[in-house]
């Protein structure tokens, strides 16, 4: 105790700047991420959570069960949670390599003196500066069966008309077009900073030994880039895992199901017909749970070949 009085004593003002993002994270993070394990451990749902009607107020009636919801969803007994991860895996993998490569891409013509690179450079960046709802929507009004951009174009040149959102599949690849659309100028402006830090006088003393650009590519950008390139891919690995307002924006209520990652599934138990709070909240810690796990072992992968 006297420590503690001591501590504030000297570092009070810390503590003051510290408190009021103290405060925020636990009401927006800490309580509801607690509550949320606390009810994936009941079986709670609209039907017997406390509720009021009127001035009438029904207790909750709910039970804990224990492990029950994440045994269902691990055993595959619910059906869902195995085919919407493989989709979700597919779909974040196949996002963020796309975002990458073409980040990459775009990094490199922005870092060469060019003329109007500042102009390139701010119009490239749009996507990522508009917000998420806005550009969504704007793709969804272009991939309108009846009155979209793309429809208009490819009727003016003969082609029968296209229902780009009609289908699983063609959900997928629109889905996908948009999140990578909206992700590279992220990738782009990281990368572009990494390669901007990388010493000239590397690439200089390669092409007076000869190497061709495709071998300065990979033997200066590349390895200069692993730090950044690292942290890019960690982080566009967990937002895209994560990327609930492409889809659900894009998609609405034409969604078919089959394109749900799992946290739009998990939005879907919560919120539509009879809510099944547990087994959403039991999706959320599973999906918390598979983020932790894969940046753990992300981490020790990086720290090895670092060392290396």
Request: hydrophobic share 50%; with cysteine; glycine share 8%.
């Amino acid at each position: 105790m006297t420590s503690f009085k001591r501590s504030w004593d000297k570092h009070w003002y810390a503590w003051a700047m510290v408190a009021p993002v103290v405060i925020v994270i636990g009401v927006l993070v800490l309580y509801p991420l607690g509550y949320g394990a606390y009810l994936s451990f009941t079986n709670a749902n609209e039907m017997t959570v406390a509720k009021n009607i009127g001035p009438v107020h029904i207790p909750a009636s709910y039970d804990i069960v224990g492990f029950d919801n994440y045994w269902k969803i691990i055993s595959g007994q619910d059906g869902d949670f195995y085919p919407r991860l493989i989709w979700t895996v597919t779909w974040t993998v196949t996002c963020v390599a796309f975002t990458y490569a073409i980040g990459m891409g775009m990094a490199m013509l922005l870092n060469r003196p060019v003329r109007f690179r500042l102009f390139y450079r701010l119009s490239l960046i749009l996507p990522w500066a508009i917000p998420a709802f806005v550009s969504v929507f704007a793709w969804r009004l272009m991939l309108n069966s009846q009155y979209g951009v793309f429809n208009s174009m490819i009727t003016q040149v003969g082609l029968p008309a296209q229902d780009w959102l009609g289908t699983p599949f063609a959900q997928k690849v629109a889905v996908i077009m948009v999140n990578v659309w909206a992700g590279v100028p992220f990738m782009m402006v990281a990368l572009l900073g990494g390669m901007q830090s990388v010493p000239q006088e590397l690439y200089e003393a390669a092409e007076m030994d000869g190497a061709s650009p495709w071998q300065r590519f990979l033997n200066i950008t590349l390895p200069g880039l692993r730090p950044v390139s690292n942290t890019v891919i960690l982080l566009g690995v967990i937002w895209t895992f994560n990327m609930f307002p492409i889809i659900f924006l894009l998609l609405g209520q034409n969604n078919s199901g089959d394109t749900d990652i799992l946290v739009t599934y998990a939005y879907r138990k919560a919120f539509t017909g009879v809510s099944d709070y547990s087994g959403a909240a039991s999706y959320g810690m599973v999906i918390l749970a598979i983020l932790l796990v894969f940046s753990t072992f992300y981490r020790r992968y990086q720290a090895k070949t670092e060392q290396a």
